[in-house]
């Protein structure tokens, strides 16, 4: 949530040791409004920092589903409706370039793995293979979905 909001990660350091002691004893600093010309609503600063409290008990969303669904971040989030719909928003038809750009050409030297699928091409990677804080497939995330389809 800190990286959506601020294009960064929200602790560095130049090797995985220094980002770790950061992580566990650095306080989480957004960067100042002034410096920032679209700066972070007041709820999505509180529920970020209330997510990445040090203590795992304390974050928000640690004790229910509910803590998380009623945060003020998602006073306007329609919970019903991500239940409800398959398509949430719009997504445009992008063509493929024409034959003979650049484009098509460098397509055809990048492998198969790393090209860009069209959306109905595109699969999910199968539970046993992601990484449960890394993706919005965790384990967690599927209780917080199963919650939320049951109650409405």
């Known amino acids: 949530m800190y990286k959506l909001i601020t294009g960064r990660v929200p602790f560095r350091g130049k090797n995985r040791q ?11 600093r ?5 410096d920032r010309e679209h700066s ?6 509180d529920m970020t ?18 803590e998380l669904k009623t945060h003020p971040f998602f006073d306007r989030f ?6 409800r719909d398959r398509h949430l928003c719009d ?16 397509s055809a030297t990048i492998p198969a793995r790393r090209r860009n699928l069209k959306l109905v ?3 999910d990677v199968s539970a046993d293979g992601q990484r449960p804080l890394l993706c919005f497939s965790s384990g ?13």
């Open 18 to 28: 220094a980002v770790r002691d950061r992580i566990i004893a650095a306080p989480l």
């Open 30 to 34: 957004f960067p100042r409004a002034e």
């Open 40 to 45: 972070a609503t007041t709820p999505a600063k």
């Open 49 to 66: 920092f209330r997510m990445l409290r040090k203590n795992a008990v304390d974050r928000l969303g640690s004790r229910t589903y509910a």
């Open 78 to 83: 329609n919970w019903k409706r991500l239940h």
């Open 91 to 106: 997504i445009p038809n992008v063509g493929s370039p024409a034959n003979g750009t650049k484009k098509a050409a460098e």
């Open 121 to 123: 091409d595109m699969r």
């Open 140 to 152: 967690s995330f599927k209780k917080l979905i199963l919650a939320v389809s049951t109650q409405f």
